[in-house]
């Protein structure tokens, strides 16, 4: 199963969550937006998630090595020996190997079939963290089988979406997917879990 896993705002923005200077392009200013949101709640749930067994994560070349810029550094947390042990793949057309950060693996040539015969292959469950273009090129193949969702309450109206207009293959347009699980914050974030109706539980 292959899994998104992302913070959105109400109107579907989820670029730059998590640091004012983390993606500006196109001029986005709200960088940092999900951190005043941050709560235990939504620490244990992504925390469970995290922890979960059979998982390797993918990741876009922008997030991987944002994140490989980061938590490699952080001490006395949870989640870095998590990600450290994690397999991570990670699909770039400019990267080169050896990459830097523990356990990863480069996917060469186009993301969307690389990623196919990764799922296809791999005993794993694959999560997707971030990686927008990513996600919306997975989207595009109808590869992506289930959504993990912190949706915030919030309006930033500008910035990069993860369902953008005319971005959808044919088979792909239409998506119909089932709520599987929701748990709320309390600082008003929903975290929603969907699943594309017809993949594998």
Request: glycine share 10%; with cysteine.
């Given at each position: 199963?292959?899994?998104?896993?992302?913070?959105?705002?109400?109107?579907?923005?989820?670029?730059?969550?998590?640091?004012?200077?983390?993606d500006?392009?196109d001029?986005?200013?709200h960088?940092?937006?999900?951190?005043?949101?941050?709560?235990?709640?939504?620490?244990?749930?992504?925390?469970e998630?995290?922890?979960?067994?059979?998982?390797?994560?993918?990741?876009?070349?922008?997030?991987?090595?944002?994140f490989?810029?980061?938590?490699?550094?952080?001490?006395?947390?949870?989640?870095?020996p998590?990600?450290?042990?994690r397999?991570?793949?990670?699909?770039?057309?400019?990267?080169?190997?050896?990459?830097?950060?523990?356990?990863?693996?480069?996917?060469?040539?186009?993301?969307?079939?690389?990623?196919?015969?990764?799922?296809a292959?791999?005993?794993?469950?694959?999560?997707?963290?971030?990686?927008?273009?990513?996600?919306?090129?997975?989207?595009?193949?109808?590869?992506?089988?289930?959504?993990?969702?912190?949706?915030?309450?919030?309006?930033?109206?500008?910035g990069r979406?993860?369902?953008?207009?005319?971005?959808?293959?044919d088979?792909?347009?239409?998506?119909?997917?089932r709520?599987?699980?929701?748990?709320?914050?309390?600082?008003?974030?929903?975290?929603?879990?969907?699943r594309?109706?017809?993949?594998?539980?």
């Amino acid at each position: 199963m292959l899994t998104v896993v992302g913070n959105l705002t109400l109107d579907g923005v989820m670029q730059a969550p998590g640091r004012c200077d983390e993606d500006e392009r196109d001029g986005f200013a709200h960088g940092g937006w999900a951190q005043p949101y941050s709560d235990p709640v939504m620490g244990r749930v992504m925390g469970e998630g995290m922890t979960a067994p059979n998982v390797s994560l993918l990741f876009g070349r922008r997030t991987y090595q944002d994140f490989a810029g980061f938590w490699p550094k952080q001490q006395d947390n949870p989640f870095t020996p998590v990600l450290d042990a994690r397999r991570k793949y990670v699909a770039s057309r400019t990267l080169t190997e050896p990459l830097p950060w523990n356990n990863s693996a480069l996917l060469h040539g186009d993301a969307a079939k690389s990623v196919a015969e990764l799922k296809a292959e791999s005993a794993d469950d694959l999560v997707v963290l971030g990686s927008g273009e990513l996600c919306r090129t997975l989207i595009r193949h109808d590869l992506v089988d289930q959504y993990v969702l912190s949706i915030h309450p919030l309006v930033l109206g500008s910035g990069r979406r993860l369902f953008t207009d005319g971005a959808f293959t044919d088979n792909a347009a239409f998506a119909r997917l089932r709520l599987v699980d929701s748990v709320p914050t309390t600082t008003g974030v929903l975290i929603a879990t969907y699943r594309r109706i017809g993949a594998d539980a």
